[in-house]
Nanobody
Framework: QVQLAESGGGLVQTGGSLRLSCARSGGTFSTYTMGWFRQAPGKEREFVARITWAGGLAYYADSVKGRFTISRDIAKNTLYLQMNSLKPEDAAVYYC?????????????????WGQGTQVTVSS
């Protein structure tokens, strides 16, 4: 059973930076994709970024492209999201997610495993 645990959320001022982490345990798949999603109050969960675990191929939502960077440390089984130039509209609960296989996978329904979420608050 795959388990995901996020950390690193918090309060930051507009223009600031945060780095989220997601530790993965369990599951040994030949191919794997992990992603970050976020959900603000009253809104649907939306795609932020995803990366293929073996190849490190990244894909971003337009809203974060150029500001956020997704990466992974294979040895540590940890996924990261470096968030720079944060805006008030980036405030949300951020979730990491995972699934078998390598693909674009930009909707929540594409993913089988989810973390509990970590809150990011951006003050203006």
């Amino acid at each position: 059973q795959v388990q995901l645990a996020e950390s690193g959320g918090g309060l930051v001022q507009t223009g600031g930076s945060l780095r989220l982490s997601c530790a993965r345990s369990g599951g040994t798949f030949s191919t794997y994709t992990m992603g970050w999603f976020r959900q603000a109050p009253g809104k649907e969960r939306e795609f932020v970024a995803r990366i293929t675990w073996a190849g490190g191929l990244a894909y971003y939502a337009d809203s974060v492209k150029g500001r956020f960077t997704i990466s992974r440390d294979i040895a540590k089984n940890t996924l990261y999201l470096q968030m720079n130039s944060l805006k008030p509209e980036d405030a949300a609960v951020y979730y990491c997610a995972g699934r078998r296989g390598a693909g674009l996978f930009t909707t929540p329904a594409n993913y089988d495993y989810w973390g509990q979420g970590t809150q990011v608050t951006v003050s203006s």
